[in-house]
């Protein structure tokens, strides 16, 4: 891999890392890592040092490089998400995450219903209006779809005015990202999880936080089942 950069040097180990290429507890050295990338040392240090910020690997003099256990990863950063669902457990990983939106985002739609504004509940109905005309036009692959729907969801959380669930905001936006990449999002959206978008957009909208809560918990549910069944 000759003339790699820093992004593609960390790119390509981060990813054999989280695909388990590199099992935990196995060695690397810098001099290897310069030799198999063609690249310099400084390089090579540089992705390192970004692997042992987000917990995957730990640099020890005398010792080298060790993939650290997958418990000590930073399981909620973008890059590692995105390498794992890229990777051969890609739905094992998508059906994980997809559990921490289910434990989230319903509690994040009810605090939504009665903290958001006007002018935010507003928005968050007309997204959902975007995602119903969409999905009836059969876009839901599309990439206005995509966007739409990552809008949509991060409004949420934000509105939440829970600064603790907001800051998942960037990894679920990552596995809804992930899971049309994988093509698992149909183009013609599934009744039961369009609805309750739209119904849940209603319930935030009219301050009604149980319903908000009810219908959010009916969409990711009906989500999760579709991933644990592909």
């Excluded at 650290?68 to 890059?79: G, K, S, V």
């Excluded at 504004?117 to 005309?133: G, H, M, N, P």
């Excluded at 995509?146 to 936006?173: Q, V």
């Amino acid at each position: 891999m000759a003339q790699a950069s820093h992004g593609s040097v960390l790119d390509d180990l981060g990813g054999r890392i989280a695909a388990g290429e590199q099992a935990p507890g196995s060695v690397l050295t810098l001099a290897g890592l310069e030799s198999h990338y063609g690249v310099s040392r400084t390089v090579v240090r540089e992705a390192v040092r970004v692997l042992e910020a987000m917990g995957m690997v730990e640099s020890r003099r005398r010792v080298g490089i060790t993939v650290r256990p997958i418990d000590r990863w930073n399981a909620l950063d973008t890059r590692l998400i995105d390498w794992q669902l890229r990777g051969p457990s890609h739905r094992h990983h998508l059906a994980v995450v997809t559990e921490l939106r289910a434990a989230i985002e319903p509690v994040a739609a009810a605090l939504s219903a009665r903290r958001a504004s006007d002018v935010e509940r507003a928005e968050i109905a007309r997204l959902a209006a975007e995602l119903q005309r969409l999905g009836a036009a059969g876009l839901g692959d599309s990439d206005e779809y995509l966007a739409i729907d990552i809008a949509f969801h991060e409004l949420i959380l934000d509105t939440s005015g829970n600064l603790m669930l907001a800051a998942t905001k960037a990894a679920i936006s990552a596995v809804i990202a992930g899971r049309a990449r994988l093509g698992l999002t149909p183009g013609d959206p599934h009744d039961v999880a369009l609805e309750n978008h739209v119904a849940t957009a209603r319930a935030i909208a009219r301050g009604d936080a149980a319903s908000a809560e009810e219908h959010t918990r009916t969409y990711v549910e009906a989500i999760l089942s579709e991933v644990r069944s592909s």
